[in-house]
């Protein structure tokens, strides 16, 4: 987004002081709440992998943007900005219908970032790619608790934009060995839609390659297929 294009109003937030809470603490917190939510990014791959593997500056969770009411009222205790390209607004500014994040705070510290992800006909689209859609019990993964995080190949769809980034080249490396040939022909196939080219892309051909010689089938899902 260019300088042009960002919202009017909005205050310049270079270094944000968070102090996230944890998975358990957002799932409780939420515990009432009855719509498809998740934890997202860098803490959906620890979910996924089963334990913590390296520090999170911060807390994402998912939730379709047309019930973000249901969380926002869950947590009336706590103050909301919209926030996004380094700048922060008002819950009723705007900026709401641009940006997609929303960070939650307690006393001046940031505890949770929401993001508003687009949903067509009760199912999740992509952000990235608004051709790319999934029913939500396919998006959604639990932990053995009960925790709901997002599916590990779209968190790694959406760290690809930024795979430069250390955080998520450690990402990458941790999860793919432990993706299933379903998801990881999804996520070469929606990495080619999205980012063609991608240097992940060699990666997952080369473990598709192994596990073809092994003689597991590798097939792309159904619902996402070309």
Request: proline share 10%.
């Amino acid at each position: 987004m260019t300088d042009e294009e960002i919202p009017p109003g909005g205050a310049e937030i270079p270094d944000p002081p968070w102090d996230p809470w944890r998975p358990e603490d957002v799932a409780r917190l939420l515990a009432a709440v009855r719509v498809p939510w998740c934890v997202a990014a860098g803490w959906a791959l620890d979910l996924f992998r089963g334990g913590q593997t390296r520090e999170h500056g911060d807390l994402e969770i998912a939730v379709p943007a047309p019930d973000f009411g249901a969380v926002r009222d869950e947590l009336a205790g706590f103050d909301f900005e919209v926030v996004g390209s380094g700048h922060a607004w008002p819950l009723d500014s705007p900026a709401f219908d641009v940006m997609h994040q929303t960070w939650v705070s307690e006393a001046g510290v940031y505890r949770l970032d929401i993001f508003r992800e687009p949903q067509r006909d009760g199912a999740w689209v992509c952000r990235r790619d608004e051709t790319i859609r999934l029913p939500y019990e396919q998006i959604i993964r639990r932990t053995d608790d009960g925790l709901p995080y997002l599916a590990p190949e779209i968190v790694l769809l959406f760290k690809a934009k930024h795979s430069a980034e250390p955080k998520n080249q450690a990402d990458f490396a941790g999860a793919l060995p432990l993706l299933d040939g379903a998801a990881a022909a999804w996520l070469g196939w929606a990495l080619a839609r999205v980012h063609p080219g991608h240097a992940w892309l060699s990666f997952l051909a080369a473990q598709a390659g192994e596990r073809l010689a092994g003689g597991e089938p590798v097939s792309f899902w159904p619902e996402a297929s070309p």
